[in-house]
């Protein structure tokens, strides 16, 4: 893995890379309060299967990409990014392949829903497409799906980034090596202003199911999406689908198990990448 900069938009994005530079091109997006390093046990995997592998840090968790104003960290802004991250890595007329977690996933059901041609495959943890949200909504279930997201309006508070930050990363007992990169990367005030703007001006439009051949990964002791919300997801692909649980991780499942989902996510790529 190397350390490269994406030009991208007026701004700089910092992220890991891995693979030959002629390969097909594989786009990581991470979660909150996380960066690429989320991706670190996965990326040599992917490069040694052949994918020209990039993990951004996306906007506000990159140093030169976090611009000023709550407004600049509306989803649209973190789908056009993504797209440009393809343009400017060769990718703009050719599909590149997909995956992300958590906020990351919002991001890509959103890139994959409204620019299909431009993503040849997707792959998505914990959050699923926003439909099957807006449909657990209207359910019997809505009342526990809602408290799933009650941290929302927390999140959302303005002076209550560090405890928000160390209490997100500190709950699921992970080793310091996994997440003192996290801190050195985010442990500072202008980042963690930037990153949970996320929560402050969150809006999702109204999206079609996605057509291409499609990989979620539902933790199922995950404390914000619930069963029936997961369940839902299957709706909402049209092309060829593939749920599969995790039982141990949580929000960190990525880093809470790793093999696993690394084999899920390989063989999602080896089934359906040309």
Same mark, same amino acid.
């Given at each position: 893995m190397?350390?490269?900069?994406?030009k991208?938009?007026?701004?700089?994005?910092?992220?890991?890379?891995?693979?030959?530079?002629?390969?097909p091109?594989?786009?990581?997006l991470?979660?909150?309060?996380?960066?690429?390093?989320?991706w670190?046990?996965?990326?040599?995997k992917?490069?040694?299967?052949?994918?020209?592998?990039?993990?951004?840090?996306?906007?506000?968790y990159s140093?030169g990409?976090?611009?000023e104003?709550?407004?600049?960290?509306a989803?649209?802004?973190?789908?056009?990014?993504t797209?440009?991250?393809?343009?400017?890595?060769?990718?703009?007329?050719?599909?590149?392949?997909?995956?992300?977690?958590?906020?990351?996933?919002?991001?890509?059901?959103?890139?994959?829903?409204?620019y299909?041609?431009r993503?040849?495959?997707?792959?998505?943890?914990?959050?699923p497409?926003?439909m099957?949200?807006?449909e657990?909504? %209207? $359910?019997?279930? &809505?009342d @526990?799906?809602?408290?799933?997201?009650? +941290?929302?309006?927390?999140?959302? /508070?303005?002076?209550?980034?560090?405890?928000?930050?160390e209490?997100?990363?500190t709950?699921?007992?992970?080793p310091?090596?996994?997440?003192?990169?996290?801190?050195?990367?985010l442990?500072?005030?202008?980042?963690?202003?930037?990153?949970?703007?996320w929560y402050?001006?969150?809006?999702?439009?109204?999206?079609?199911?996605?057509?291409m051949?499609?990989?979620?990964?539902?933790?199922?002791?995950v404390?914000?999406?619930?069963? %029936? $919300?997961?369940? &839902?997801? @299957?709706?909402?692909?049209?092309?060829? +689908?593939?749920?599969e649980?995790? /039982?141990k991780?949580?929000?960190?499942?990525?880093?809470?198990?790793?093999?696993?989902?690394?084999?899920?996510?390989?063989?999602?790529?080896?089934?359906?990448?040309?």
């Open positions: 190397k350390r490269i900069q994406i991208a938009r007026g701004l700089t994005f910092d992220a890991l890379s891995d693979g030959p530079e002629d390969g091109l594989l786009i990581l991470h979660g909150l309060p996380r960066t690429s390093w989320e670190h046990h996965q990326i040599p992917f490069a040694e299967a052949g994918f020209r592998t990039v993990a951004p840090d996306m906007r506000g140093p990409a976090r611009p104003g709550k407004r600049k960290y989803v649209k802004e973190f789908v056009k990014d797209l440009a991250f393809a343009d400017e890595l060769g990718w703009a007329d050719r599909p590149f392949h997909l995956m992300a977690c958590s906020i990351g996933a919002v991001v890509a059901w959103v890139v994959a829903a409204k299909p041609p993503v040849a495959t997707l792959a998505c943890i914990n959050q497409h926003p099957a949200i807006v657990t909504m %209207e $359910t019997r279930a &809505a @526990t799906q809602r408290e799933g997201y009650s +941290y929302f309006s927390k999140y959302r /508070e303005e002076g209550r980034e560090w405890e928000n930050f209490t997100a990363i709950r699921y007992d992970l310091d090596e996994e997440l003192d990169p996290y801190r050195e990367a442990g500072n005030d202008e980042a963690l202003r930037a990153i949970f703007h402050r001006v969150l809006r999702v439009p109204v999206l079609k199911p996605v057509v051949p499609t990989m979620y990964i539902w933790p199922r002791n404390s914000n999406v619930k069963k %029936e $919300t997961a369940e &839902a997801n @299957t709706k909402y692909v049209k092309g060829p +689908y593939r749920f649980i995790l /039982e991780a949580l929000n960190f499942a990525l880093q809470m198990e790793p093999e696993k989902t690394s084999r899920l996510l390989l063989e999602h790529l080896a089934e359906h990448a040309q």
